[in-house]
């Protein structure tokens, strides 16, 4: 038997005060109930707002679509309900959604009428995988419980947010930690759905050079260095990419991460606007395309900028 949980602006100011009192990092495994309830609400938020979520079309639904959306405890359990507000059953995309959907999101007749997470449970699914599902606390906080709509971190675009906090010194270590973020659609639609351990592990070499890079060359003044920070930045949104199944053992990614590396250590150190010069998104996507010709060209036009 399942009771609705009331997730009224008291809840969340209180989750938001919570959540400053634990680590930056934090597992299911350390905190259940709280990592739980922070995971349903990421999703809760991200479901049918189309700059963030990344799932539905996973659920043959246009991101655009409307839905009703249940934070509910079962059995002592956090879990969260959601179905299309038109009634239309959903169609799975992904053979991986066996481990993030629970079997109760199927009717008597086998048709997939709602999507039932509890997230708990798919922490443990993916534990015995290999890898650690983590939230992270700053995060979350500046997304699904931020203030209001308007201060909500739009994390699936370049924002300078992501670029002050200097991400990469967070995703660095929970890469070589085999650790994965959990509390959003990006994190199940491109992290989890496709997800094998041996596969995240071609880059673990890079990943080790990163977090020792990283703690050596982001101190003092350069952690507030211009050139320092946007050199940092497209590390993280590299290392990001690198764990994504699509791109595991990613010979560009590699590449470009390498060279970001060696670069911080002969930077200028000095202030400036942390608005990124178009050659991040000249570089970024010949990474993603895999376009080795192209790479090394876009990386010296991205550091002249700086």
């Known amino acids: 038997m399942s009771r609705p949980l009331n997730v009224d602006t008291a809840l969340r100011r209180n989750l938001a005060r919570r959540l400053k009192t634990v680590g930056a990092v934090f597992s299911f495994e350390q905190h259940p109930a709280l990592a739980s309830l922070c995971t349903c609400l990421g999703l809760e938020y991200e479901f049918g707002r189309p700059e963030y979520d990344r799932l539905s079309p996973y659920l043959n639904t246009d991101p655009s679509h409307s839905w009703d959306k249940e934070v509910f405890i079962e059995g002592g359990e956090i879990g969260l ?5 038109d009634g239309q059953p959903l169609l799975p995309r992904h053979p991986d959604l066996r481990f993030i959907l629970d079997a109760s999101s199927l009717s ?12 708990r449970r798919i922490a443990e699914t993916y534990r015995q995988k290999g890898f650690e599902l983590v ?27 992501e670029i002050q906090t200097n991400i990469a010194a967070t995703q660095a270590p929970m890469a070589v930690g085999k650790q994965l973020a959990f509390f959003g659609t990006h994190d199940i639609a491109d992290h989890l759905l496709g997800a094998d351990l041996e ?17 050596k060359e982001m101190e003092g003044p350069r952690r507030h260095s211009r050139p320092h920070l946007l050199v940092s930045y497209l590390a993280g949104v590299v290392l990001d990419d690198a764990v994504q199944p699509r791109w595991y053992g990613s010979q560009t990614h590699a590449y470009l991460l390498e060279q970001s590396l060696n670069r911080l250590a002969d930077l200028p150190c000095r202030p400036g606007p942390l608005d990124l010069p178009e050659a991040f998104h ?13 790479l090394a060209g876009a990386f010296q036009e991205f550091t002249a900028a700086l």
Do not use: C
């Not at 995240?200 to 050079?209: I, P, Q, V, Y």
């Open 108 to 119: 008597a007749e086998g048709q997939l009428t709602q999507a039932v997470f509890f997230p």
């Open 282 to 294: 000249t570089v970024m996507a010949a990474a993603r395309g895999e376009n080795t010709r192209e």
């Open 199 to 215: 596969g995240f592990k071609k880059l673990a070499a890079l990943h080790s050079r990163a977090v020792d890079v990283l703690q």
């Open 81 to 85: 309900r959601l179905k299309r507000s």
């Open 135 to 161: 939230v992270v606390r700053d995060w979350i906080l500046n997304t699904a419980l931020s203030e209001t709509t308007e201060d909500a971190v739009p994390y699936l675009s370049t924002n300078t947010w």
